[in-house]
């Protein structure tokens, strides 16, 4: 069983960055994928940002792309979000997830494990 722990969120004010951080309670999330959704209210869950489990391939949401950044610590057992130029359209709560394999990073129903998420307003 994967525990994971969100931290980092916050509010920022529009063109503000915020650093989002995912602990795992194994060891062994060296060799999960892990994935990177948000929810805003009154909207389905949506895909961020992924990153594979060797860090070979990092994936991102269009409406993220050149704004924010995945990566992963294995000596810290963590994976990171780096968010800049944030909008208030980037409001939402922000869940990491995990799972060993993916067809399909994108979609919610292919990750097995997921933190309890962590706030992120941004004011305009």
């Known amino acids: 069983q994967v525990q994971l722990v969100e931290s980092g969120g916050g509010l920022v004010q529009a063109g503000g960055s915020l650093r989002l951080s995912c602990a795992a309670s194994v060891r062994t999330f060296s060799v999960y994928a892990v994935g990177w959704f948000r929810q805003a209210p009154g909207k389905e869950r949506e895909f961020v940002s992924g990153?594979?489990?060797?860090?070979?391939?990092?994936y991102y949401a269009d409406f993220v792309k050149g704004r924010f950044t995945i990566s992963r610590d294995y000596a810290k057992n963590t994976v990171s979000l780096q968010m800049n130029s944030l909008k208030p359209e980037d409001t939402a709560v922000y869940y990491c997830?995990?799972?060993?394999?993916?067809?399909?990073?994108?979609?919610?129903?292919?990750?097995?494990?997921w933190g309890q998420g962590t706030q992120v307003t941004v004011s305009s």
């Open positions: 990153i594979s489990w060797n860090s070979g391939s990092t």
């Open positions: 997830a995990a799972a060993r394999f993916l067809s399909d990073n994108t979609a919610v129903q292919e990750y097995n494990y």
